[in-house]
């Protein structure tokens, strides 16, 4: 059974950084795509970031050139560098896998991210 654990969220001012962190366990992590959504209070979840098998990587508009996602293979976990961070940046962070970035199908509980201003 695939299990991803977030950890790094927080409060932060605007302007600051962060770095989120997902460890995953039961399964192959070096085969799977990994990625981060967020889901603000009262809007969809969206999809931030994601990182293929190769390492290629996708973002949303929103991040590009704020956000950077990355990952270690020898720990099985993937990473979520979040830098000039703004309000609207305020989200709950999921971490999820799947054998493409089309079709995450494993979810992480969440982490709270607060960006204030």
């Known amino acids: 059974q695939v299990q991803l654990v977030e950890s790094g969220g927080g409060l932060v001012q605007a302007g600051g950084s962060q770095r989120l962190s997902c460890a995953a366990s039961?399964?192959?992590?070096?085969?799977?795509?990994m990625g981060w959504y967020r889901q603000a209070p009262g809007k969809e979840r969206e999809l931030v970031a994601a990182?293929?098998?190769?390492?290629?990587?996708k973002y949303a508009d929103s991040v590009k050139g704020r956000f950077t996602i990355s990952r270690d293979n020898a720990k099985n976990t993937v990473y979520l560098q979040m830098n000039s961070l703004k309000p609207e940046d305020t989200a709950v962070y999921y971490c999820?896998?799947?054998?493409?970035?089309?079709?995450?199908?494993?979810w992480g509980q969440g982490t709270q991210v607060t960006v204030s201003s």
């Open positions: 990182i293929g098998i190769g390492g290629s990587t």
């Open positions: 999820a896998s799947g054998r493409s970035w089309f079709s995450f199908s494993s």
């Open positions: 039961g399964l192959t992590f070096g085969r799977y795509a």
